[in-house]
Structure formats: C-alpha cells, structure tokens
C-alpha cells in the first residue's frame, strides 16, 4: 500500500490526485479545513482540524494541491515544521532531463518537458504541457502555468507565476514575486515585483 495525503480539495488536487494515481499511490486522501466536503471524487477529504495528526503519524507522503502560491506556501511550511514526508510528483507523460533538481511539493504535469540543467524550487507547479528549457533555476512557490515556457538560462525568484501561454525569452533574470499575466512575453531582465502583461510584457496596473 503506498499512501499519501493531498492537501486540499479543488481542481487542482483533482489533477494532483491523478498524478498520485500514477505514480503507484493507491491510498489517497485530501485534507481540507472545509468540513463539510466529505468526498472529492472518488478520494475522501479528511478534515485538517481533527484528522491531521493521523495522517502524519502513520507516515502518509504530503503533497500540497492548492494553486494559490501564498496558501500554498504557507500550508507546506506548516507540514515542514511538523515534519511531514513532502514528495515531489512528476507525470509520467512528461519528460524530465536526468539531471534535473525539482524541489519537494513539486508537481510536474502531463506534457511538461524540463531540459537538462535546471533547477525547480519546492512547492513549484510545473502546469500540464509546459515547458522549462536547460540551466534555468525556477525558485520556490513558483507556477509555470498551462502552456507556458521559459527559453533557456532563465532564472525565475521565489513565489513567481508566469500565467497560461506566458513565454520568458532565453538570458533572463526575473524578480522574486513577480506575475506574468496571460499570454505575456518576457523579453527583458524584471528587477521589480509586480504584474507584467503583454508582448513585450511591462508592468501594469490590472
Ligand atoms: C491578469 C488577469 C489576472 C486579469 O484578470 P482580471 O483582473 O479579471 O482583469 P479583466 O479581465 O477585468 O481585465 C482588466 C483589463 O486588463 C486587460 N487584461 C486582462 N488580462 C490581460 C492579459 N493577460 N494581458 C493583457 N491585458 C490583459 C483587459 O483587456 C482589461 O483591459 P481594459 O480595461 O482596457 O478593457 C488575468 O487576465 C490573467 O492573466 N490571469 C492568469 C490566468 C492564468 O494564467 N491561469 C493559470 C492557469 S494554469
């Protein structure tokens, strides 16, 4: 039996759960402060109140499966400071180099490709059919979004969202807590947190 716990109950724990499913977990379970979800699908959503401490103490894996970069963030550093096992996840229909460091939480969907070299934080979402190309350092509590794709050489600060369809030119230094909104294209250095939209992308007051 290989057992683990995704916290959350969304959209996207639905997709972590797949990605569990895959890499062999039978035993899957969410963990939720909503108590009124009791079932997700097929999974059942524990209550994080009363029921965490039992997945912890029988050594369940963690995963975190809440989009939100600050919730995110913040729940894995409360399973790091109770010492959870928190695992990493990669899809087996995406390709990773072997060489590639990907931090623990991370998630890497179908379709993704990360080319030799790189380095992804922890807590990172490396979205379905993204792609990160070789020797880029992608910092913690960073999304890589849907279609979305860093050339190579880039190096992307924590708590980054490069949106869906969002591209970053090769060379490229971005800022820690930096939103590349939709469809932008990164075509110079971000020396300054915020949101950048558009081709090329500056920063705008959406
Ligand atoms: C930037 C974003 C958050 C704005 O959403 P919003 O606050 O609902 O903004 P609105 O749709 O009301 O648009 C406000 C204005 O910004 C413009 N705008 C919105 N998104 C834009 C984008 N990605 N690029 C350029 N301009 C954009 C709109 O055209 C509108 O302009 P107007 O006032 O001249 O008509 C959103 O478009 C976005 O990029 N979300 C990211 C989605 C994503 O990547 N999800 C991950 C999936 S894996």
Redo the contacts with the bound molecule.
């Keep these: 039996m290989k057992s683990i716990a995704i916290m959350g109950a969304s959209g996207h724990c639905k997709v972590v759960a797949d990605l569990a499913l895959l890499n062999g977990y039978d035993d899957i379970v969410f963990i939720d402060k909503n108590p009124e979800i009791d079932m997700l699908g097929e999974y059942p959503v524990a209550d994080e109140d009363t029921d965490l401490d039992y997945y912890l103490e029988h050594h369940y894996d963690f995963v975190v499966g809440i ?1 939100d970069a600050k919730i995110r963030r913040k729940v894995q550093k409360n399973l790091e400071e109770m010492g959870a096992d928190i695992v990493s996840l990669v899809h087996p229909a995406a390709t990773v180099a072997y060489d590639v460091q990907i931090g623990a939480g991370t998630v890497v969907m179908a379709g993704a490709v990360i080319n030799p070299s790189t380095v992804i934080g922890k807590g990172c ?1 490396i ?2 059919s993204a792609s990160v190309d070789h020797d880029n350092v992608i910092g913690d509590y960073c ?1 890589i ?4 794709h860093t050339a190579g050489t880039v190096n992307m600060g924590d708590n980054c ?6 591209i970053v030119s090769n060379n490229i230094d971005i800022c820690a807590d930096t ?6 294209v990164v075509v110079k250095n971000i020396t300054k947190p915020g ?1 950048y ?2 081709i090329p992308a500056r920063i ?1 007051p ?1």
């Design positions: 989009g979402i979205n379905t999304h979004s849907v279609g979305a969202w490069l949106g869906i369809g969002g939103f590349i909104c939709a469809g932008g949101k939209a558009g705008v959406i």
